[in-house]
Structure formats: structure tokens, C-alpha cells
């Protein structure tokens, strides 16, 4: 009779504790950041954009239904320069007169023990879309989650880069995607 009771509390207990569990999805842009890295005539070249919007749902409890959609504002491209910015915004990299933005969402989140998950899902970027994997670490402190991870797209995929930018020599068609966002508990 011990043994049931016992048994009930622990599972009262655990109950209790998956209900008060926090969902994680208020996203605090000021804090958060979305930078991206490549080689340009054998040069390590850095860039971020400065605009984004997030849309992600977290509980640690229920991991797998976990969802994220990030929408980044291709306009706010920073390499540095103005004249490299007005140059990637151009038909022949980014185009963003046509498409203004590029499109992340995912489809599946896999826990891989600890604080380190797999995020799966598509990229969307001049209307080509892609399959990524970012490994991702997410850390909880109090109200707050703080997601990191990054990636690497082939920049010819989606024909940023395009005539005689698409040659690989000048510009590397690996580009490596570094996310950092902030969120903040619902409860």
C-alpha cells in the first residue's frame, strides 16, 4: 500500500511539474542577433542583419513540438560598407527588390540531451528553398532562454552571387549563419 501511495505522489508530483513548465517565445530583438561569416579572396569576412522577426515556441518539457519561424529583413544587410551593402542588396546577390526577405521555419526539434538540440527545417531565400540542420544550444536561466546555433548554406543554392559572382574563387560558396536569440517566459 506504501508502494502506491508512494507511487501516486511521484506521479502527482511529475504532473505538476510538466504543467508549470514555462513555454519560451517572447523574442527580445535587441538582444538577439542573426550574423553570418565567409571568405572573399581567401579573406574571412564578417556581416549581420540588423532586422529580424522570430516567431518560436519552446517548452523544455515538450521539446519536440517545439517550433521556430524567423523572417530576416534582407534590406538590413550590414558587410561593413554602405557601398557592399547597396552591392548584396542588388539583382545579382540578394535582390531585394524582388524578395525582401529570407525565410526560415522549422519542421522538426530534436533533443539531444543536456541543453543541445537539432533543429531541422527549410530555408527560404530568393524563392529557393533548402533543407538546413543548426545544431543548437538552449540555455534557461530563470525566465529567459537563450538560443545559439549556426549553420552553413551554399551561397549558389540560392543564387546569392549570381553571373560572373557565382565563381567560387573570388567569393566562397560556404557561408556560416550564427543565430543568437533571447526569449522570455509566457508564464
Not at 13 to 40: H, P, R
Not at 112 to 129: A, F, H, P, R, S
Request: hydrophobic content about 40%; proline content about 2%; glycine content about 10%.
Amino acid at each position: 500500500m506504501k508502494t502506491l501511495k508512494f507511487a501516486a505522489l511521484c506521479l502527482v508530483l511529475t504532473a505538476t511539474g510538466l504543467a508549470n513548465a514555462a513555454e519560451f517565445g517572447k523574442v527580445e530583438a535587441a538582444k538577439s542577433s542573426i550574423s553570418f561569416s565567409y571568405k572573399q579572396m581567401g579573406v574571412n569576412m564578417d556581416g549581420r542583419f540588423k532586422k529580424f522577426t522570430a516567431d518560436i515556441k519552446f517548452d523544455p518539457a515538450k521539446a519536440s513540438a517545439a517550433s521556430a519561424t524567423l523572417d530576416v529583413d534582407l534590406g538590413s544587410i550590414d558587410v561593413g560598407s554602405p557601398d557592399g551593402n547597396s552591392e548584396v542588396g542588388g539583382k545579382q546577390w540578394f535582390n531585394t527588390k524582388l524578395f525582401p526577405t529570407a525565410k526560415f521555419t522549422s519542421t522538426n526539434v530534436k533533443s539531444l540531451g543536456g541543453d543541445k538540440y537539432e533543429v531541422l527545417g527549410k530555408l527560404t531565400i530568393k524563392g529557393k528553398t533548402q533543407d538546413v540542420v543548426a545544431p543548437t544550444t538552449i540555455k534557461i536561466q530563470g525566465n529567459s532562454a537563450q538560443f545559439d546555433g549556426a549553420f552553413t548554406i551554399k551561397r549558389n543554392d540560392f543564387a546569392i552571387g549570381e553571373g560572373v559572382w557565382s565563381d567560387t574563387g573570388t567569393v566562397a560558396n560556404e557561408v556560416h549563419v550564427k543565430f543568437h536569440i533571447i526569449t522570455t517566459s509566457s508564464k
